[in-house]
Nanobody, 124 residues
Framework: QVQLVESGGGLVQAGGSLRLSCAAS????????MGWFRQAPGKEREFVAA????????SYADPVKGRFTISRDKAKNTVYLQMNSLNPEDTAVYYC?????????????????WGQGTQVTVSS
């Protein structure tokens, strides 16, 4: 069983930065994929970024490429999402997810564990 707790959300002006953290309790196995998703008001939840826990390979959604960076700290059992050059379209609740996988997952399928979400609001 894995529990995920996100933190680091908040209110920021357009052009600013935030770093989200996702602390995992329980064992994260080598063949786990970790992902960040977001859900804006009135919209479906969408993929943001993913990382393979073991090798650190990454994948990003097109809207965040070049602005967001996903990383993990194995010693701290934590995944991060560094978000730069934020714009109002990035406003959403951001969720961390984890699931056993041998490849990067860019959809919700296969992610077995989810955090409670953290709100990110970008003002114009």
């Amino acid at each position: 069983q894995v529990q995920l707790v996100e933190s680091g959300g908040g209110l920021v002006q357009a052009g600013g930065s935030l770093r989200l953290s996702c602390a995992a309790s329980g064992r994260i196995f080598r063949n786990y994929a970790m992902g960040w998703f977001r859900q804006a008001p009135g919209k479906e939840r969408e993929f943001v970024a993913a990382i393979m826990w073991s090798v650190g390979s990454t994948s990003y959604a097109d809207p965040v490429k070049g602005r967001f960076t996903i990383s993990r700290d194995k010693a701290k059992n934590t995944v991060y999402l560094q978000m730069n050059s934020l714009n109002p379209e990035d406003t959403a609740v951001y969720y961390c997810a984890a699931g056993a996988s041998y490849y990067l997952r860019t959809t919700e399928n296969g992610y077995d564990y989810w955090g409670q979400g953290t709100q990110v609001t970008v003002s114009s």
